[in-house]
């Protein structure tokens, strides 16, 4: 019901900045909050940065002070800034987009298809 398309990911050397973005169509419902996770091989995916509708954020432990997300004012794109970047930073990044039903009770998640961060020398 919702497709997210994702762009910004690469090959960058250690230090360098990329910038993800993630654009949301298809809902027919209002986004309760947007976010990146990524996963390397091997390891879960993880949580690194998400932004409710209100424009509350929270950041993984890692990447707070070197990453920063936004989101524009129809809420329905976000974006990653991702600067300092190092060799752990490299993983599929994925665009999430959440909505609550409050009769339910429950999320509803939807997922982009990934996009490919590496950074190495």
């Known amino acids: 019901q919702v497709q997210l398309v994702e762009s910004g990911g690469g090959l960058v050397q250690p230090g360098g900045s990329l910038r993800l973005s993630c654009a949301a169509s298809g809902s027919s419902f209002s986004i309760n909050a947007m976010g990146w996770y990524r996963q390397a091989p091997g390891k879960q995916r993880e949580l690194v940065a998400a932004i409710t509708s209100g424009g509350s954020t929270n950041y993984a432990d890692s990447v707070k002070g070197r990453f920063t997300i936004s989101r524009n004012n129809a809420k329905n794109t976000v974006n990653l800034q991702m600067n300092s970047l190092k060799p752990e930073d490299t993983a599929v990044y994925y665009c999430?987009?959440?909505?609550?039903?409050?009769?339910?009770?429950?999320?509803?998640?939807?997922w982009g298809q990934g996009t490919q961060v590496t950074v190495s020398s």
């Open positions: 999430n987009a959440r909505h609550y039903d409050p009769i339910a009770t429950m999320f509803y998640d939807y």
